[in-house]
């Protein structure tokens, strides 16, 4: 991209600015084809075996079942249609998977596919941003760079909040160009918009890349400073009311008649948005969190993924390192070196340009500016956060890494006759198949046959690329084509292990596991065990959202195999696929089922439908993903005490009785194993041992809720799970 190539004049008033000119000018004839061929192959690489998953995070599954049920759980984003408590995100990124079920039913597809389709539409809306200042081919390579980042594939095909996310805020970017390109109020109050959606989805991460966009708009936008600063403002208001509207609802509402605010502990969104997912992620001081509170003395300087002295949990060193390391580097970091590289070339090559936007070259630099500011605050972000950080985070990273590196190649490819464009793009091509090699290296026993020829063909193909202005036009595109492939090369690997296993659980890495990483096929945090048994979920698990008994959603599948997890099959109404661990049920994930909920039995399931009508809850069990078990399971409401740690104070010991007066909790789901002496458990629920909820920060709430229950109600044994019917009291009871 030469200076003496663009017009460095602004347009007329009467035409179009120069980028628009370009968007609109005749397309070459092999553009559409591509283009939808890159939406067709992003979708079926999303779409692939998507039921193997099953339920997938069954903490987010079970509140979209209950807002498949009740219009209150659908707005609140309550983990049960009884709304007792919320998840602890806002609930935006619930509300397509909720419609979905409403209109399909309950089942992994229905729950699955539309985090499928926001992967395309995010595939698509890269394209359009990208091919706007750097034509068709860039848009392509970008698109393809994203739909083949390996934590992409990954989180669009399960259902974290991460997925709208990435999509809204890719948009974001794309409206904030649209707007650079013209000055148009319009796209910077749509920009605003998405924003603020993008705050209903993950709340205050969604603010990270607004300073560099703000800024590059207050500066480089071609009108009068008056009028930029008056756009921004309207673009604020924008996102305030797009993501005001629903907080300012549940702050009004009466306290007393809507579910708590899960991860609170003051039953209010705005401590849970500024506390747990805001400065706590960012210095760990994170009530409610993980583990059972902030990071302490004995958890500072801890390496690993498991549990502190203090009940803390450290997430893995911080430093400018951190996503180049062994657990995150395959997850996002393939192209990461070539983006940043692209980065800088495209800055040196528009440096000459105007600050303003109206010319092809302004808008190219705007461009560099736009994605490599959201890359770099991200990245910063991610790389020294202190509080939780999980490697599926980085997927916001994706469309950045994407949009630079197909931008920069088009510059270098564009300027491949002077000697500095031809070594950079040859350089970046050699320093990229090194870095494979090295990511594919920290798996050994991982496709052995592709990490020398990644190299070798990588290292050949840079030694090419200085000649290609010399070469014909079929042969040039020839060798950039084979350039392009043994850079893709690993993520595409990596990507195809993703789509072939299936993930569940809270915690779940993309591709195999690594040397040092905690990741591995299914899911993450290897390597320990959780106290009480059983591993961390994941790591190489087989799916815990099949229907328990073999029941899929909507009935019985021939065979005992439950159609919701990608006919996994059964044993006897038994799930077969793991062992025994804790949550009372046949086998937990780590932690007592934080992080992965129960295997529940034929027989727990059908104690919980019999006479369900009659009660607010089948059944109440500490921790969310517990008691989402049951509930996807039996498809009737089950109350998680405590929410997701088990530690939010919610509800009270003496609400929880008014319930169970009142007649409205059928059971209680001990977490101890089956058979236990009554009086050994409340002993150990009083000293904090049977349950996660004594130690949290929510006071030992749900610790007293089951020492209560265990002195006052006869405990039973239902499909090797401890049964309590809260309906029939023990003569001792007072």
């Keep these: 991209m030469t200076t003496a190539a663009l017009p460095l004049h602004p347009p007329s008033p009467a035409a179009p600015s120069p980028t628009t000119a370009r968007a609109h ?7 559409r084809p591509a283009f939808l061929g890159l939406l067709l192959a992003t979708a079926v690489l999303l779409l692939w075996d998507l039921g193997a998953s099953g339920y997938a995070n069954s903490f987010y599954s079970a509140a979209v079942q209950a807002g498949g049920e009740s219009w209150k759980a659908f707005f609140f984003g309550s983990s049960d249609a009884g ?26 597809w229905q729950i699955l596919v539309p985090q499928a389709l926001m992967g395309v539409g995010t595939t698509a809306v890269l394209y359009a941003a990208v091919r706007r200042q750097f034509g068709p081919a860039a848009a392509l390579i970008s698109g393809a760079v994203f739909a083949l980042t390996p934590v992409a594939a990954l989180m669009f095909r399960f259902n974290n909040p991460d997925a709208l996310l990435t999509l809204l805020m890719t948009v974001t970017v794309y409206c904030v160009l649209r707007a650079l390109d ?42 009068r400073l008056r009028r930029r600063l008056g756009q921004l403002l309207l673009s604020t208001l924008a996102m305030v009311a797009a993501g005001g509207w629903w ?31 805001g400065l706590g992620r960012i210095n760990g001081e994170e009530t409610g969190s993980v583990g059972g509170g902030a990071r302490t003395a004995a958890t500072e300087g801890m390496t690993g993924t498991g549990p502190g002295a203090g009940g803390g949990m450290s997430w893995g060193e911080t430093g400018i390192d951190r996503l180049f390391s062994s657990n995150i580097g395959g997850q996002i970091g393939w192209l990461l070196p070539a983006a940043l590289i692209m980065l800088v070339v495209g800055l040196v090559v528009t440096w000459r340009a105007r600050r303003a936007t109206d010319t092809l070259e302004g808008m190219a630099r705007a461009a560099f500016l736009a994605w490599g500011g959201a890359l770099l605050i991200t990245a910063v972000v991610f790389s020294f956060m202190q509080g939780i950080f999980h490697e599926y985070y980085t997927v916001a990273l994706a469309p950045s890494i994407a949009a630079l590196v197909g931008m920069g190649i088009a ?9 500095a464009a031809s070594l950079t793009l040859a350089g970046t091509l050699a320093l990229t198949s090194y870095w494979a090699f090295v990511l594919l290296g920290r798996s050994a026993e991982y496709v052995p046959w592709l990490r020398w020829p990644v190299l070798a063909l990588g290292l050949g193909t840079a030694l090419l690329l200085p000649f290609t202005a010399r070469l014909g036009r079929r042969t040039a595109l020839g060798v950039a084509a084979v350039g392009l492939g043994v850079a893709l090369a690993g993520p595409l690997a990596y990507c195809l292990t993703t789509v072939t296993t299936p993930h569940t659980g809270s915690i779940v890495t993309a591709g195999p596991a690594v040397a040092g990483g905690r990741g591995g096929p299914g899911g993450g945090m290897r390597g320990f065990e959780m106290p009480g048994g059983g591993g961390m979920p994941g790591g190489g698990a087989a799916p815990q959202g099949t229907p328990p008994g073999g029941t899929a959603p909507g009935g019985q599948a021939p065979g005992g195999r439950a159609p919701g997890a990608g006919n996994r099959p059964t044993d006897g109404g038994r799930d077969t696929r793991t062992g025994g661990g804790p949550g009372g049920g046949e086998g937990g994930g780590g932690m007592g089922g934080l992080l992965g909920g ?56 003496e609400r929880f009785k008014a319930y169970v007066s009142a ?19 409340g002993a150990a629920a009083e000293t904090g041992t049977a349950t996660r909820g004594g130690g949290g920060p929510g006071g030992g709430v749900s610790s007293s809720i089951e020492t209560w229950v265990r002195a006052n109600f006869k405990a039973s044994t239902i499909g090797g799970a401890t049964f309590y019917d809260l309906t029939a009291p023990t003569s001792q009871a007072s």
Excluded at 619 to 641: E, R
């Design 247 to 277: 907080v300012a609802v549940v702050e009004l509402w009466p306290a007393s008649s809507r579910p708590y605010i899960g991860g609170s502990q003051s039953n209010s969104f705005l401590e849970l948005t500024l506390g747990y997912n």
């Design 182 to 223: 013209g000055a148009h109020t319009k796209w910077l109050v749509w920009a605003g918009v998405a924003v603020g959606f993008a705050f209903l989805t993950k709340t205050l991460q969604a603010f990270v890349i607004l300073p560099p966009l703000a800024l590059l708009y207050a500066v480089c936008a071609p009108t």
């Design 663 to 681: 007649g409205r909790i059928h059971y209680f789901i001990g977490q101890s194993s089956a058979g236990a002496d009554g009086g050994e458990a």
């Design 25 to 31: 000018a005749a397309r070459p004839g092999w553009e």
């Design 83 to 108: 709304n007792s408590i919320t998840v602890d995100k806002p609930p935006a990124a619930l509300w397509p998977m909720m419609l979905s079920v409403r209109l399909f039913g309950l089942g992994a």
């Design 598 to 653: 129960t295997r529940t039995s034929a027989e727990a399931t059908a104690a919980l439908r019999a006479d369900a009508d009659r009660y607010t809850w089948a059944a109440a069990a500490i921790g969310s993903q517990n008691a989402a078990s049951y509930q996807l399971a039996s498809q009737q409401p089950v109350m998680a005490l405590g929410g997701f740690n088990g530690s939010d104070p919610s509800p009270t010991l």
């Design 411 to 419: 510059v270098l490819w564009e300027e491949r006759g002077s000697r």
